[in-house]
Nanobody, 123 residues
Framework: QVHLIESGGGLVQTGGSLRLECAAS????????MAWFRQAPGMERDFVAA????????LYTDSVKGRFTVSRDRAKNTMYLQMNTLTPEDTAVYYC????????????????WGRGTLVTVSS
């Protein structure tokens, strides 16, 4: 079975940093586009960042540009999201996703999902 498992969430103060990890198992994802989405309480699941299959291109939602960085370690079959200068508006469950296609910020474009990791930013 194919699994995406997120980790690294937690409680952090405003202005702090966290690094999320998405470990893939059961399949090598180095030919897949990988992405991060997030879902705040009572809100829809929103796109955060994505990295394409050859790591040449990335895509970010405007609110995280300059603060968040998506990357991948192919040897570990793991994707990362480095999050800096966090604000309470970044509080959400963060989900890892994968698709066998190009970059996309659309929820419906992704076929595989993890279960999420909670990030809470206190004011």
């Amino acid at each position: 079975q194919v699994h995406l498992i997120e980790s690294g969430g937690g409680l952090v103060q405003t202005g702090g940093s966290l690094r999320l990890e998405c470990a893939a198992s059961g399949h090598t994802f180095d030919t897949f586009t990988m992405a991060w989405f997030r879902q705040a309480p009572g809100m829809e699941r929103d796109f955060v960042a994505a990295i394409n299959r050859n790591d040449a291109n990335t895509l970010y939602t405007d609110s995280v540009k300059g603060r968040f960085t998506v990357s991948r370690d192919r040897a570990k079959n793991t994707m990362y999201l480095q999050m800096n200068t966090l604000t309470p508006e970044d509080t959400a469950v963060y989900y890892c996703a994968a698709r066998n296609g190009g970059l996309s910020g659309y929820y419906s474009a992704y076929d595989l999902w993890g279960r999420g990791t909670l990030v809470t930013v206190s004011s």
